[in-house]
């Protein structure tokens, strides 16, 4: 699992929607301030969002 959807603590029950809010406020206001790592921060968004769908589908946890 991507280390940093582990480090954002959020449970696989949550919205895709809220885990992007929780990715966006850990950032730092310089690092979205930077036009040109658009790219980067949508890389890193997609990665969590496929991290926290692989979550949901893991085997014991309970399904919303």
């Known amino acids: 699992m991507c280390r940093a959807y582990q480090d954002l603590c959020v449970p696989p029950e949550v919205t895709n929607l809220m885990v992007l809010r929780v990715a966006i406020r850990r950032l730092h206001p310089d690092t979205l301030a930077i036009r040109s790592w658009r ?4 890389r890193y ?3 969590l969002l496929t991290a926290h769908q692989a979550a ?3 085997p014991g ?4």
């Open 39 to 42: 790219a980067a921060r949508k």
């Open 45 to 47: 968004y997609r990665d």
């Open 56 to 58: 949901q589908q893991m």
């Open 61 to 64: 946890q309970r399904q919303a």
